[in-house]
């Protein structure tokens, strides 16, 4: 099992910058990858941006440029640097973990853009 807990989040100008965080506990070590999905209201959950346990590291083409995705060397926390932000960034953010048999997803974060 693994457990995720994000921070971070809210109210921000377009243009603006947020950073969120997701704090993994439990069974780490069976974590390959962790990532940040987003949705909107209407629209399907869809990847932000994913680090794999050896470094790989996609984005989604929306965001690139602007967001970034880092961990702490624990593989215990993961970032995500949100800069120049737009109206259409304005969703609910999940952390995800992939263990490979199992996603896991923490409990979302809502980041609204708006002037």
């Known amino acids: 099992q693994v457990q995720l807990v994000e921070s971070g989040g809210g109210l921000v100008q377009p243009g603006g910058s947020l950073g969120l965080s997701c704090a993994a506990s439990?069974?780490?070590?069976?974590?390959?990858?962790m990532g940040w999905y987003r949705q909107a209201p209407g629209k399907q959950r869809e990847l932000v941006a994913r680090?794999?346990?050896?470094?790989?590291?996609d984005y989604a083409d929306s965001v690139k440029g602007r967001f970034t995705i880092s961990r702490a060397n624990a593989w215990d926390t993961v970032f995500l640097q949100m800069n120049s932000l737009k109206p259409e960034d304005t969703a609910v953010y999940y952390c995800?973990?992939?263990?490979?048999?199992?996603?896991?997803w923490g409990q979302g974060t809502q980041v609204t853009v708006s002037s």
């Open positions: 439990g069974s780490i070590f069976r974590i390959n990858a």
């Open positions: 680090i794999t346990r050896g470094g790989i590291i």
């Open positions: 995800n973990a992939d263990t490979t048999l199992y996603d896991y």
